[in-house]
């Protein structure tokens, strides 16, 4: 026997047409319901749009681009040369989702250790290489030749060229132009110096831009000149004593300002003026930013040498597809070299620092490189 449904009270066993439509509108209206509440539920499940990070991505994406890093004497933590080519790297991290493995070279190691150390990262998997400095030169040459598919930057020489090699230079002439003017400008004893890690054509190049700047706005000043070793010691670039004596002996010797482009050896040439109550230049990197906080106070002006615009653009044109061989110049023009104005302390001479150089961009003053 089947239950029998009783009507319930206060309703008529057989439904007026009014009730019949009543309940249709409601049975409907239950039915949306349950449908939004499904979809809502399967909008609401935990499920977002994937996001890619340090370069990977959902759905089968290439993997992110892997670059070597082989740094000069010194390292990154050097406070200049090295740390902006860090820096370079570190935005390519964070804007490009690369990875990286860095390596560092040593104080008088042999050729055969620089080619070991590129072969090492190419073996891991690392085959893009950024060589930091011209000690790398004849390295990249041997180990670009034998692995034609690895893309190299070699900063700072074009003693190495190949259809896998991008040579990242610079007009440090032209930078060094703009804080020679700055050390004469600041100088009240008519005597300003320069030291230089190891004496080779590159640092000369240093020298030379400063010592025109410097005439530039005084013929008659004196600039002293040191370089700390010879080649092939290329220590002169790490070793902070020998910089620190170097400047001490410019300083006593009546020299208030002095420019160095010593790498890592900069460092003794800041305690140096501080501890004579003298100025001293930065290179590379803006130095008083990122000196020891003790000596920052001595630096007026640094001349920025932006390598890390140069690595960041090698590694995004190697992301984009976009390589090319050959040499690239990074000049004033370019925003490549320039001075630093951190401190202040050149504010009061920036008008004609700046004239300078909208004369070297425009052609009317030619920089000497040698």
């Known amino acids: 026997m089947s239950?029998?449904?009783?009507?319930?009270?206060?309703?008529s066993p057989t439904p007026s047409k009014k009730e019949t439509?009543?309940?249709?509108?409601?049975?409907?209206?239950?039915?949306a319901t349950a449908a939004s509440l499904a979809l809502a539920a399967c909008s609401s499940s935990g499920t977002t749009t994937p996001t890619a990070t340090s370069g990977a991505t959902g759905g089968g994406a290439a993997a992110a681009i892997k670059v070597g890093m082989a740094y000069d004497v010194g390292g990154r933590g050097d406070q200049s040369f090295n740390d902006a080519a860090a820096a370079g790297l570190d935005k390519a991290a964070k804007e490009l989702g690369i990875s990286s493995k860095e390596?560092?070279?040593?104080?008088?190691?042999a050729e055969s250790a620089r080619e070991e150390r590129l072969q090492q990262l190419i073996d891991a998997g690392y085959t893009n290489i950024v060589a930091v400095g011209f000690a790398y030169a004849d390295s990249v040459k041997k180990v670009a030749a034998t692995n034609k598919n690895v893309k190299f930057a070699l900063v700072d020489s074009t003693g190495a060229q190949g259809a896998n090699i991008e040579n990242i230079t610079f007009a440090e002439h032209e930078g060094s132009f703009l804080v020679g003017a700055a050390a004469a400008l600041k100088s009240k004893t008519g005597k300003i110096g320069f030291v230089g890690g190891v004496e080779m054509d590159l640092i000369k190049k240093f020298e030379a831009g400063y010592t025109a700047g410097a005439k530039a706005v005084n013929p008659n000043i004196k600039v002293s000149v040191k370089y700390l070793t010879q080649p092939p010691d290329f220590s002169g670039f790490g070793s902070v004593d020998k910089g620190k004596a170097a400047a001490e002996g410019m300083y006593q010797a009546g020299a208030d300002v002095i420019y160095q482009a010593a790498g890592g050896s900069g460092g003794g040439v800041f305690t140096a003026a501080k501890a004579a109550g003298k100025m001293a230049i930065g290179v590379d990197s803006d130095q008083a930013k990122t000196a020891a906080a003790d000596v920052r106070d001595v630096i007026i002006t640094s001349m920025l040498k932006k390598v890390?615009?140069?690595?960041?653009?090698?590694?995004?044109?190697?992301?984009?597809?976009?390589?090319?061989?050959?040499?690239?110049?990074?000049?004033?023009?370019?925003?490549?070299?320039?001075?630093?104005?951190?401190?202040?302390?050149?504010?009061?001479?920036?008008?004609?620092?700046?004239?300078?150089?909208?004369d070297i961009i425009s052609g009317k003053v030619v920089v000497p490189s040698k």
């Open 3 to 11: 239950a029998r449904v009783l009507p319930h009270a206060g309703l």
């Open 21 to 31: 439509t009543l309940r249709q509108v409601m049975k409907m209206a239950v039915a």
């Open 103 to 109: 390596a560092s070279a040593a104080n008088g190691e």
């Open 308 to 358: 890390d615009v140069g690595v960041y653009d090698f590694i995004k044109s190697v992301k984009d597809g976009a390589f090319k061989a050959g040499v690239k110049v990074f000049d004033l023009k370019s925003g490549g070299v320039d001075y630093s104005t951190t401190g202040g302390k050149v504010d009061d001479i920036k008008a004609k620092l700046d004239g300078y150089k909208a």
